[in-house]
């Protein structure tokens, strides 16, 4: 008989992103009161790391997927707070 493969959900509500030459770290997490904003190591709970080429074509499919659910129920008026940071860690 065949085991059949339990795949893991989770929930997120922020994420962190951090790229090198050869790979793309997505780093998915839950931000609480007690986190104030920040994404701890503590709060990450799940990490996926992907080559360049495929974060690249996520990317579209994540455009092309908001695209038609806007087309279908109306735009997205989202209050999420974007931060990009350089390698020092200090906001861009």
């Given amino acids: 008989m065949e085991e059949k493969l339990t795949v893991p959900s989770y929930y997120s509500n922020v ?29 990450t ?12 074509a996520l990317a579209g499919a994540l455009t092309e997927v908001i695209r038609a659910w806007e087309k279908t129920h109306g735009p997205i008026h989202s ?9 020092a860690g200090q906001k861009v």
């Fill in 79 to 87: 209050k999420a707070e974007i931060v990009v940071r350089d390698l």
């Fill in 45 to 56: 709970i799940c990490n996926v790391y992907m080559s360049p080429e495929h974060a690249k």
């Fill in 15 to 43: 994420a962190h992103l951090d790229a090198t030459p050869m790979d793309v770290l997505i780093a998915f997490g839950l931000k609480s009161d007690r986190t104030q904003g920040q994404l701890n190591l503590a709060d």
